[in-house]
């Protein structure tokens, strides 16, 4: 398996109800963690796995991504004047060659796999990554990020590749989750995958994560537009039907996940990001320990 994966699929046409008021007229995807939007650590991500072709599937009331991605030439010109050199650079640094980024509206909510199916002419009939922005993935100190891990795994595996994580059994109903096969290292072959299970009925607590490499034979699924969970059309029963036909591994990943489409993990990527970062740590650390006493 040599082939690259050099497109990336970033679904962002979601409501953000679980964060209202904040995402009244606001992409949940633009929220900040310390100083970036979601949004933004999602593309680094996937750019340091290799990939430079970024699809946005976006929907109404999502235009604030565009122009995230955009120059602000207001912005830069006022900064260069001011000899900002700090923020030119953040925002220049940022920017993507010309024409890599495209957007495609997604016209109706009728799931992630619609989101996703809604790319499909982007993907040339290329092996795909797709990034769901609200699963913040801190890689550890001098490790890696997730897509990166799962991209040098997948040239050896080929197929479908899913992140993963352990979760409490109470939880599998936020999730897909897989019935696991051989366990090698950090791969498990994925032999059955279910979309929200009521606990009682989950395979195991082996939950899929926001990161996913596709292979092309999904988007055939995709076309058939079959309703599961939700009576949405969900990635994860496109995933399954491909189970027998190619190889289908989950990958558990070093790093932290933050649930960022949750009020709580958001505050806790915030604090955990703020910690990692030298201009704040040593200042926020204190002040946190003082809290308890
Ligand atoms: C989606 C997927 C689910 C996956 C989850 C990861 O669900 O449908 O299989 O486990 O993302 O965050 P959502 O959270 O969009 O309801």
Redesign the pocket.
Known sequence: MSARITKAIFPVG?LGTRFLPATKSMPKEMLPVVDKPLIQYAVEEAAEAGITEFIFVTGRGKTAIEDHFDHSTEIEDTLEKRGKDDGLTAVRGMMKPPGSVAYIRQQEPAG?GHAIWCARHYTNGEPVAVL?A??LIQPDKGGVGCLKQMVAAWQETGGNMVAAMDVAKEKTA???IITPGVVDGALTEVKGLI??PHPDDAPSTL????RYILEPGVFGELEKMERGTGGEI???DSLARRIGHVPFFSHQFSGTRF?C?SKLGFLQANISYALSRDDLADRLEPWLKSLNQ
Do not use: F, H
């Open positions: 979601g992630l769901l609200d699963d936020s999730y897909g979309e929200k939950a899929v994560v926001g969900q990635i994860t649930d489409g």
